[in-house]
């Protein structure tokens, strides 16, 4: 089974920049294509970035297009999320997984983005 463990996220003013890290164990993560996730307060899930399991094909959601990129090092079994020109708006618990046949959620990392 594989577990997922998110990291990176802080406080940080807007305008700066952070990296998360989407640590999995287990043997079937290269396989799978992965998302970015965030929620914030009163808000749904929404998918921000995803990237195939090959590292090939990369999407991002309109909000964070040309600010955040996705990437991934499977043998680190590890897929990275860049995000610069941080803004206010951006400020949610970032998660990572599947994209159609989730693993178990992680706890999330938390963003916040202050002025």
């Known amino acids: 089974q594989v577990q997922l463990v998110e990291s990176g996220g802080g406080l940080v003013q807007a305008g700066g920049s952070l990296r998360l890290s989407c640590a999995a164990s287990?043997?079937?993560?290269?396989?799978?294509?992965i998302g970015w996730y965030r929620q914030a307060p009163g808000k749904q899930r929404e998918l921000v970035a995803s990237?195939?399991?090959?590292?090939?094909?990369?999407n991002y959601a309109d909000s964070v297009k040309g600010r955040f990129t996705i990437s991934r090092d499977n043998a680190k079994r590890t897929v990275y999320l860049q995000m610069n020109s941080l803004q206010l708006e951006d400020t949610a618990v970032y998660y990572c997984?599947?994209?159609?046949?989730?693993?178990?959620w992680g706890q999330g990392t938390q963003v916040t983005v202050s002025s």
């Open positions: 997984n599947a994209l159609r046949y989730y693993f178990p």
């Open positions: 287990g043997s079937t993560f290269s396989s799978n294509a």
């Open positions: 990237i195939s399991s090959s590292g090939g094909d990369t």
